[in-house]
């Protein structure tokens, strides 16, 4: 079933925010079908560094790529402003598409953008992102491939102005809309009755974010076909590593964290060791023929 199909049937789909093909590879065992591959998360982990536009495209189509060869399901990724005007996007559509993208996300800050949750952001005209999202759309050599439209619209202009613009995304082809940051439940009510069931919505639930964290089943329940965690993988991740690290520098070993943590075996049995050590067995060379060339 594809991406759009799953948004349009009866179930909300999650996707946890990834960042690389462990993260990825974790998200499918668990049973997600789609995961969101942040680009926050990916400055993080990629740079150590804040999401203030330093994620240059080759960078993220690398992360894309490598998380596309170890896994099946859809990836949804995060292409910021698509990286520059127009025929930049047309370009970062085909780059992330090739590289194994299902659904790409541009947003309509100028560059270098910053995070949707933090202050200080800047919008391009309409009109500039309306041209994007249709370079978008032609662009893409899959029907599959969807196009995401986020506005930032609420922070810097108002609710009633976001609304607005998501509307003229979506008469410029975005299969699904993403209206960052609501401030309240009676935003979100409103943004679902101002498309009326007329295209898939996105939701961000971020902690300490606005708004606050809701369950997923209640925003399908509310008009939210897509629900994304961008980044509490990331953030669940490095606080472990942090406690971990502490513990190390203090303690002299990590004997007192083995309970949080894979075992070596259990680590690779994740990571499906056994199955590819089983699958070098069959093109392992016969014992006898080794012999054989011994001696002579």
Do not use: W
Request: net charge negative; aromatic share 4%; with cysteine.
């Amino acid at each position: 079933m594809s991406l759009l199909k799953a948004l349009q049937g009866p179930e909300v789909v999650i996707a946890p925010g990834v960042y690389d093909a462990l993260t990825a590879l974790l998200a499918e065992q668990a049973g997600f079908r789609a995961a969101y591959i942040s680009g926050a998360s990916v400055s993080y982990t990629l740079l150590g560094r804040p999401d203030l536009g330093f994620v240059s495209l080759s960078q993220l189509a690398d992360a894309v790529e490598r998380m596309r060869q170890r896994v099946s399901i859809d990836l949804i990724v995060d292409a910021d402003t698509g990286f520059g005007n127009a025929l930049n996007v047309i370009h970062t559509i085909k780059i992330l598409e090739r590289a194994g993208a299902n659904a790409i996300q541009l947003e309509d800050q100028q560059m270098p953008k910053r995070c949707g949750h933090l202050s200080g952001k800047q919008l391009v005209s309409s009109t500039e992102m309306v041209g994007k999202i249709k370079a978008a759309t032609d662009a893409r050599t899959k029907e599959d491939t969807l196009i995401i439209a986020r506005t930032d619209g609420i922070a810097v202009e108002g609710l009633s102005a976001a609304l607005d613009r998501a509307m003229a995304y979506k008469d410029a082809g975005a299969d699904i809309l993403f209206i960052e940051a609501p401030q309240s439940a009676e935003d979100m009510a409103r943004i679902v009755e101002n498309f009326d069931g007329t295209i898939p919505l996105l939701a961000n639930m971020v902690d300490g974010g606005d708004p606050a964290v809701h369950n997923a089943a209640a925003l399908h329940k509310a008009g939210y076909s897509l629900v994304i965690t961008a980044g509490s993988l990331t953030r669940a991740m490095a606080f472990a590593a942090d406690q971990l690290l502490h513990q190390l520098r203090a303690d002299g070993t990590t004997a007192g964290s083995s309970e949080n943590m894979f075992s070596f075996a259990g680590l690779n049995q994740r990571i499906g060791l056994p199955e590819m050590l089983k699958r070098s067995e069959a093109y392992a060379p016969d014992v006898g023929e080794i012999q054989d060339q011994e001696n002579k």
